[in-house]
């Protein structure tokens, strides 16, 4: 199964054939590393449904998510993708306590290099959420989120701002 080709199928605002290849790779489960290798498309749209297939087969199958659990913070945060970007910051928060405190260390740099380096709303909004979740337990993150929503806070995008804003009145 190509699944490039089988992830750029369909309509842009549908999921594509994208459970195809998740009921494919649940049966074949060595082709994982075929779908990671499409996080690095040159076509957004087969990214985000790669994203989207892996969320649902690490949400059914820990073990694929901790076998790969390095990648997600040390090679796939390297995609150009926002719609990766996204995804990882989702897997994060939903896998945080999987992660080492070695490894929340690093989710907290790239996340915040994401919210510092992006226009994204979506990745600034989830960002700073992941973000004020992991600064419960780490003053000097706090601070670092605080500037965050300072620059954000009158966003003209309202759940940027909605975001920020709640931050800062938290804080």
């Known amino acids: 199964m190509n699944f490039e080709f089988e992830l750029s199928k369909g309509k842009q605002n549908s999921l594509g054939e994208t459970l195809k290849v998740v009921d494919f790779i649940k049966k074949n489960p060595k082709k994982v590393e075929h779908l990671f290798q ?27 998510f901790l076998k790969n659990k390095d990648r997600f913070l040390n090679q796939f945060s390297n995609s150009k993708h926002n719609v990766v970007k996204l995804g990882l910051i989702t897997i994060y928060f939903d896998f945080l306590n999987y992660f080492e405190e070695k490894e929340v260390s690093k989710i907290k740099t790239i996340v915040l290099n994401w919210t510092n380096n992006s226009s994204d709303w979506m990745i600034l909004a989830q960002g700073m959420k992941l973000l004020e979740k992991l600064a419960k337990s780490d003053k000097s993150l706090k601070l670092k989120l605080i500037e965050v929503a300072k620059r954000l806070k009158n966003d003209e995008r309202k759940v940027v701002r909605t975001k920020a804003q709640k931050i800062l009145e938290d804080n």
């Open 38 to 64: 499409c996080f690095y498309s040159e076509n957004s749209l087969v990214a985000m449904r790669a994203m989207n297939g892996v969320k649902r087969i690490i949400k059914d199958d820990k073990k694929v």
